[in-house]
């Protein structure tokens, strides 16, 4: 058996500036809905598209000068990096902050929750 090679690092870009991620999940929506209508069999007739939207949730280590304003985060570009080289790139545009949380913890590693909507998924 063949060993398979995974993406690895991730990294978000604000404004230029490299923020090292931890951890990082993806949701994603297609917008599509079903058409409901009045018929015999009692069941949809089809479905619609609609707006694709992702939101995506990271944990970041807080740093402790430097941290970025994660409230003002509009523009930034969120980029899954293959651990090789060879591997495809994924990248999430134009990515805006929805709120944020902070959390502490007894081994003394503060941590922020941000949860961002980007605009769009590429793959470079």
Excluded: Q
């Excluded at 230029?16 to 015999?40: C, P």
């Excluded at 790139?89 to 902050?97: E, K, L, M, N, Y």
Aim: negative net charge; proline residues 4%.
């Amino acid at each position: 058996m063949a060993l398979k090679e995974y993406l690895g690092a991730i990294i978000l870009e604000v404004d230029g500036k490299e923020i090292e991620i931890e951890a990082f999940d993806e949701d994603h929506k297609t917008g599509r809905s079903l058409v409901k209508t009045m018929n015999r069999k009692g069941r949809p007739s089809g479905y619609s598209e609609g707006v694709h939207e992702w939101t995506l949730k990271i944990t970041a280590p807080i740093p402790k000068t430097g941290a970025p304003d994660w409230d003002k985060i509009i523009g930034a570009k969120l980029t899954v990096f293959p651990v090789t080289e060879g591997g495809e790139r994924i990248a999430f545009v134009d990515c805006v902050s929805l709120g944020d949380s902070r959390k502490y913890t007894a081994d003394g590693a503060a941590k922020v929750d941000v949860t961002l909507a980007a605009m769009d998924r590429i793959k470079e």
